[in-house]
DNA sequence: ATTTTCAAT
């Protein structure tokens, strides 16, 4: 019982999307895996992963620069891919791969190591779909910071990228930490929040989607 | 107005 306030503790401190997240030193994954067949998809898998750093030894060899990426949730998720989606690079009996769709709730997004590694994953997947849904923005103030290229990276790799909202941490408060246990109640300014940095996001994603127009525009020749 | 960030001590 202990275990489970300790739990809500932790997603309310961790996934709270406060202006300043002052101590927040710790990255948080949680996920639904499905696989799609058809029009319809079942759900196969979720759980949660947290930023391991294990590896004592190595980290006085590596450099913070190295580390973190291998380190991040993003990543050991992708390490664990293989037992999370069975036969995602099998080839199944009619020709067909399997396809599966990956949603992830993040309490940061992405670094730009990461997600230049997650894009290049992804385009070499293209029967797995994956949706990230974050809940603050990691170094993303600087107008030219990487981990804006970054996220603009992921874009064009198909990856659908949001800001979290009310009805986004509902469901991961439902699925991942109070199954209808108790229910949630939102922090103050979560909406306000979450509206800001939608904005910011958007302004983030904006070239992106200017870049595809030029393309469109060559594409059609004017 | 200003504050922080997948730590490093």
Known sequence: RSCKLKLIRKFIFHYKNVRWARGR???YLCF????RTGPDSLSFDFGHLRNRSGCHVERKKLT???LLPI????LLFLRHLGALCPGLWGSSVDGAR???SVTWFCSWSPCSKCAQQLAHFLLQTPNLRLRIFVSRLYFCDEEDSQEREGLRQLKRAGVQISVMTYKDYFYCWQTFVARRKRSFKAWDDLHQNSV???RKLNRILQPCETEDLRDGFT????
């Open 25 to 27: 030193h710790e990255t």
């Open 32 to 35: 639904v895996v499905k696989r």
């Open 64 to 66: 913070h620069s190295l």
């Open 71 to 74: 380190l991040s949730p993003s």
């Open 98 to 100: 399997l396809c599966y």
């Open 196 to 198: 800001r940095l939608v």
């Open 219 to 222: 594409l059609l020749g004017l």
